[in-house]
């Protein structure tokens, strides 16, 4: 079984719409996460989520919204889609914060804005 | 959080040890350094952690100097299947951001 799922693994859709990728993880985390990995390959966090509650808020667009409807899962809906937010996203879960946290990825969901 | 300074890319034959270098020389007294590793097309996978004390796991060592201001991810016999950008990350103890640099692209070669 898959630790980290993320749906759809490619999302091609034109500028304006509004899209949303979920992430599921089985493992009983109560972290998790979503990064953002642009053209240049840098990885950069956007959100993360303890127990449902918003802990990390980077700066993003507010176009970008996440949902964590239980511990399991963490949704991130984008409205007005751009150009610019073609990218990998990446979701992630971990079991504990501090010192010995291991992040867990899914394999990405790759978004193309035309 | 520290800064970590590592090579663009790096060659490797195949079944020799891979030594992959970081340099963080900032890095605070409780800071702990991770390293990951992000294989073409999938999402990072963590490898191995430490503070002070040279660690190793099934997948890798991890070698801190002294002043730890630097460390050397050692995979002791590449194969194929470790081309990956490798990632060296140093982190406060409660946690935070995992924020990722440039990264290491190893090429494991036949």
């Known amino acids: 079984d898959t630790a980290v799922s993320q749906t759809p693994k490619y999302l091609v859709t034109q500028m304006g719409n509004d899209k949303s990728i979920k992430c599921e993880q089985n493992l009983g985390h109560d972290t998790m996460y979503w990064y953002k990995q642009d053209s240049k390959k840098f990885l950069k966090i956007m959100f993360s989520y303890n127990n449902k509650e918003l802990i990390i808020n980077e700066t993003v667009p507010n176009r970008f919204s996440p949902k964590s409807p239980d511990k399991a899962h963490l949704n991130l809906h984008i409205n007005s889609l751009e150009l610019g937010d073609s990218a990998v996203y990446f979701c992630a879960s971990s079991s504990r914060q501090g010192a010995n946290e291991k992040l867990f990825f899914g394999s990405g969901t790759q978004l193309s804005v035309l | 959080d520290a800064k970590t300074t590592q090579p663009t890319s790096m060659d490797c034959a195949e079944g020799r040890a891979a030594n992959l270098p970081c340099n963080h020389s900032t890095i605070s007294g409780n800071e702990y350094v991770y390293w990951y590793r992000q294989i073409h097309s999938q999402g990072p996978q963590y490898i191995i952690h430490?503070?002070?004390n040279n660690e190793t796991n099934e997948m890798a060592s991890l070698i801190i100097t002294e002043d730890r201001k630097s460390s050397t991810l050692i995979l002791p016999h590449a194969t194929l299947r470790d081309t990956a950008v490798y990632y060296c990350i140093v982190r406060p103890p409660q946690g935070g951001k995992l924020i990722f640099g440039q990264g290491t692209e190893l090429s494991v070669k036949p």
């Open positions: 430490g503070l002070k």
